[in-house]
């Protein structure tokens, strides 16, 4: 009943967001699409998004995206990308229940220990936020401790491949997951060897990817790298810095760095809403502290300071499952034998991570998109900037094999296909759809003015649809 309900709850945030129009080109857009293309046997050359093509697997190495990519074929790609992540979410729930239920062997623990999970403000920002394959693998992190507490480590092999495959970001965190059970099972040797061999392999596989293949597949790197480019022109640069001064790190972890004045209470914020959604349980579990160092690092070191430093967006996942793993690991203690006490200790935790969830979808310090997570209020569901009723008659009328470009908002609706751009990419192509809003931010510098130039240019195209905001275009043929 509790994950029909919190399904039902995740899915009026996720998909509402999805049919009204609050998905965007990215990234659900250009996941859809290298989804579509790997089920079509292409790589994705990212010119959905950029002017030159260069190679989606050279941006993130998501091979999930390559699993998921054959069952495009019978679901379209941005719903299918949409109840895998809900599906995800509600699997680590589940695998969280009966980790718990080992551990306590209480029904009413296990529940509330779900119910912690399914409160994770983590969690309801990443479903407000698109898709994201780090969101699934995060999600997964409770059925890789369960089948090592159950010693069953086939499973747990295959757990730890689907994660490392899903971002190589991800395989760099499994590193350190890894390296922090080693203490849980030191006296365990067969368990012990596995976690030793899997921490290596883990290890050369994001050594692998991000050195060699990624690198083979693009002339530069990542598109996000710009946020750590303060530290080095290259991944290996920023590993010799951050090695090289310690203590700069750790002072960066927790302060501002940027010219930007008064972002360091964005970090304050987010540091006490993981605390309060159960990373204060590491304190007393210091191995899992461990656990957080890379997703931590990567937000706070993050020269992107409105996206990272504080709590939206789908960065908080990796922190969030942590901190309810950790908090299952502290009722394993000898010293918490008491079931009234176990019980009372989660009943807690979970009012404290849904206090936070409410806090962060109210009105935190972090700018957010609150239509996009909150479902509480009204302006969820309806979309106050264009009329959905038209987009979806123009949606209706362009055929599924032609060439379209459209503002962001509108593109993963039109990405399962061989041509889609967002708008203006279709412009170095021989684009025939093109949707666009008039006087409306869309997503690069000037794409006002070029839907304007556009839609007065009647002679190069000609209006099949528009109610004064949208317009559905077609290039007059030559």
Request: hydrophobic share 50%; charged share 15%.
């Amino acid at each position: 009943m509790l994950l029909t309900l919190s399904g039902a709850a995740m899915t009026v945030e996720s998909i509402g967001n999805h049919l009204l129009f609050r998905t965007y080109g990215l990234d659900l857009g250009i996941y859809a699409q290298t989804a579509y293309d790997f089920g079509h046997l292409r790589v994705n050359d990212g010119t959905f998004y950029q002017w030159e093509p260069y190679s989606q697997l050279a941006d993130h190495f998501d091979l999930l995206l390559a699993l998921l990519g054959p069952l495009t074929w019978i679901v379209r790609a941005d719903w299918l990308l949409l109840v895998v992540q809900l599906l995800a979410v509600l699997s680590g729930a589940s695998g969280l229940y009966l980790l718990t239920r080992d551990v306590t062997s209480s029904e009413r623990t296990s529940i509330l220990a779900m119910l912690m999970m399914l409160c994770q403000f983590g969690v309801w920002h990443a479903l407000g936020y698109d898709y994201h394959s780090n969101v699934v693998a995060a999600c997964q992190l409770p059925w890789l401790l369960l089948f090592l507490r159950r010693r069953r480590l086939g499973a747990a092999t295959a757990v730890l491949v689907l994660m490392a495959v899903s971002k190589e970001t991800v395989a760099l965190w499994l590193c350190f997951v890894l390296v922090a059970l080693l203490w849980d099972y030191r006296r365990e040797r067969r368990v012990r060897r596995w976690l030793v061999a899997a921490t290596a392999a883990t290890a050369a596989y994001f050594i692998a990817a991000t050195q060699v293949v990624m690198p083979a597949l693009g002339d530069r790197a990542s598109t996000g790298f710009w946020r750590y480019s303060w530290m080095g022109a290259t991944t290996g640069e920023v590993a010799r810095w951050m090695a090289t001064h310690p203590v700069e790190v750790l002072r960066d972890m927790f302060t501002d760095f940027t010219p930007a004045a008064d972002s360091g209470r964005l970090k304050m914020e987010f540091f006490v809403c993981a605390l309060t959604s159960g990373v204060l349980f590491c304190l007393a579990r210091p191995n899992y502290l461990l656990m957080l160092v890379p997703p931590v690092a990567m937000k706070m070191l993050s020269s992107d300071v409105t996206s990272f430093w504080g709590i939206a967006y789908h960065y908080n996942i990796e922190v969030c499952m942590v901190g309810c793993c950790a908090a299952v690991a502290v009722l394993a203690r000898p010293q918490l034998q008491s079931r009234n006490l176990r019980t009372g200790i989660m009943a807690a935790a979970t009012i404290l991570a849904l206090t936070t969830t409410l806090y962060t979808i109210g009105k935190p310090l972090t700018p957010i998109r609150k239509a996009n997570v909150n479902i509480l209020e009204g302006g969820h569901y309806r979309q106050g900037d264009f009329d959905v009723a038209t987009v979806r008659q123009a949606l209706s009328m362009i055929p599924d094999d032609a060439s379209v470009c459209a503002v962001t908002p509108f593109t993963p609706h039109l990405a399962a296909r061989d041509s889609a751009y967002i708008f203006p990419m279709g412009l170095a192509h021989d684009t025939e759809y093109w949707l666009v809003l008039k006087d409306h931010w869309c997503y690069y510098e000037g794409e006002r003015e070029t839907a304007a130039s556009m839609i007065a240019d009647t002679a190069a195209y000609h209006t099949l649809l528009t109610d004064g905001t949208v317009y559905l275009l077609k290039k007059t043929a030559k």
